[in-house]
């Protein structure tokens, strides 16, 4: 059974750094893509960047390049999302999922809460 | 960027009647290896959203044959024959013949 697990909720204050993270099973990890999408409370979904974890090529949408960094550890098949400065802007649920069949988000996680406020 | 545009946001809809989302691309989503990428994703209130279909048409391994999807190039449609209980939520339609990748803006569906 495929499943993508993620961390628990963080509330962090601006200027603290986080790393969130998406452990996968039930498919080989190195295999296909992993996305993270970011949704504002009561917002739609925004495609943040996607990883390959057979190569660690990863892409951005240039509105989230700079902020914020995708990583993967092929070991633990793992991938992660981490910020070095939090802004309260970054307050959102995170979701990791599986680019697959048809290129289309075929599995997802359960999605990582992140509050940031003072 | 490809913007991708949904019509109604809204749609309040009676038991057991249709229901039709529409979803129109700012470019043609057909892909240079000839396929087109456009999917539909559910969001039930509180849940992750999950994929109804692929490719335009192709339904997602248990999602039930009164939903269907439909269009081509830069036009696309989402039907329920018989909208249920269940279909509640938001649905999105996703582009991903081109990066970004981008999403609608989302389709509540809620019921009368």
């Known amino acids: 059974e495929v499943q993508l697990v993620q961390s628990g909720a963080e509330v962090k204050k601006p200027g603290e750094s986080l790393k969130i993270s998406c452990k996968v099973s039930?498919?080989?990890?190195?295999?296909?893509?992993i996305v993270w999408v970011r949704q504002m409370p009561g917002k739609g979904l925004e495609w943040m960047g996607i990883?390959?974890?057979?190569?660690?090529?990863?892409r951005y949408n240039p509105s989230f390049q700079g902020q914020v960094t995708i990583s993967v550890d092929k070991s633990i098949s793992t991938a992660y999302l981490q910020w070095s400065s939090l802004k309260a802007s970054d307050t959102a649920m995170y979701y990791c999922?599986?680019?697959?069949?048809?290129?289309?988000?075929?599995?997802w996680g359960q999605g990582t809460l992140v509050t940031v406020s003072s | 960027d490809i913007v991708m545009t949904q019509t109604p946001l809204s749609s309040p809809v009676t038991l057991g009647q249709p229901a039709s989302i529409s979803c129109r691309s700012s470019q043609s989503l057909v892909h240079s290896d000839g396929n087109t990428y456009l999917s539909w994703l559910q969001q039930r209130p509180g849940q992750p959203p999950r994929v109804l279909i692929y490719k335009i048409y192709n339904r997602f391994s248990g999602v039930p044959d009164r939903i269907s999807g439909s269009g081509a190039g830069t036009d696309f449609t989402l039907k329920i024959s018989r909208v249920e209980a269940e279909d509640v939520g938001v649905y999105y339609c996703m582009q991903a013949t081109q990066f970004p990748y981008t999403f609608g803006q989302g389709t509540k569906l809620e019921i009368k």
């Open positions: 999922a599986r680019l697959g069949l048809g290129e289309t988000f075929d599995y």
């Open positions: 990883i390959y974890p057979g190569d660690s090529n990863t």
């Open positions: 039930g498919y080989s990890f190195t295999s296909y893509w």
